[in-house]
């Protein structure tokens, strides 16, 4: 990438994933502006979910999808050269339009499906399939390689935090930009990046200063959750094929 040359990244995730300190590695560089979750006022007001601080995140954030990409495609902020897009695929609801995603680089974040449920129960204990992500990160995926074709880049969270200097620099050199020993520790603390749901799910991120190293979790799958853990596991594991690896 030349110093002239801007880079929109969207990195599409689902939830309880590693995602935010991915935008705390981006978001450290001094070359990159990093926006959380840009479509969430908007899905949560199409689809009435009952999140914590909905209404505040609906009141304050924008609900015209067409708006927010305008935003993600448009100038970079701050004159950065390198945009970071924290995107999660459930955010993405259907009848947003798809062709822009060939104005980005698109890039994956996936995660095994046992730790999201594991994780995402102790916040919401019933969650449906689509508040995964799982299905709807297939489906970008799908979409994007068909547009671009090609295999588009993707990174399995364990991966990054058994190597989190590997990974990145593998990641980096798929989308196209130098690789930076900024991204593998920033300060603690939430950001005015964050979106403004942080105090609600954040807090485990913002006590860290770097990727924390990857801990097995053993935890079972509840059993009225078994239906859809399969069927996450299903696309996880095309996606898995795919991820870049050390």
Request: charged share 30%; proline share 6%.
């Amino acid at each position: 990438m030349s110093r002239t040359e801007v880079i929109r990244i969207a990195m599409w995730s689902g939830p309880r994933n590693i995602s935010t300190a991915m935008m705390r590695a981006w978001g450290n560089r001094a070359d990159t502006s990093v926006v959380d979750e840009p479509f969430y006022a908007y899905y949560l007001k199409a689809t009435s979910k009952k999140h914590p601080g909905a209404d505040e995140v609906i009141a304050t954030g924008e609900t015209d999808w067409r708006k927010v990409v305008s935003r993600l495609t448009g100038p970079i902020p701050n004159g950065k050269q390198i945009f970071f897009q924290k995107q999660m695929a459930h955010h993405f609801l259907p009848e947003i339009d798809r062709e822009w995603l060939g104005a980005v680089t698109n890039c994956f974040l996936i995660r095994d499906p046992r730790e999201v449920i594991a994780s995402y129960v102790k916040k919401r204990e019933d969650p449906a399939l689509e508040d995964l992500g799982f299905v709807q990160q297939a489906e970008i995926f799908d979409f994007v390689c068909a547009q671009t074709n090609a295999i588009r880049p993707v990174l399995d969270a364990k991966d990054v935090l058994e190597n989190p200097e590997r990974m990145l620099r593998l990641l980096c050199e798929a989308v196209g930009v130098e690789f930076s020993k900024s991204m593998l520790s920033w300060p603690p603390g939430l950001r005015e990046t964050d979106g403004i749901w942080a105090k609600h799910w954040y807090g485990e991120v913002a006590k860290t200063t770097s990727f924390r190293p990857y801990r097995a979790k053993h935890a079972e799958v509840p059993a009225h959750l078994r239906e859809i853990y399969d069927r996450c596991c299903e696309c996880y594991q095309r996606l898995y094929e795919h991820r870049l690896r050390c």
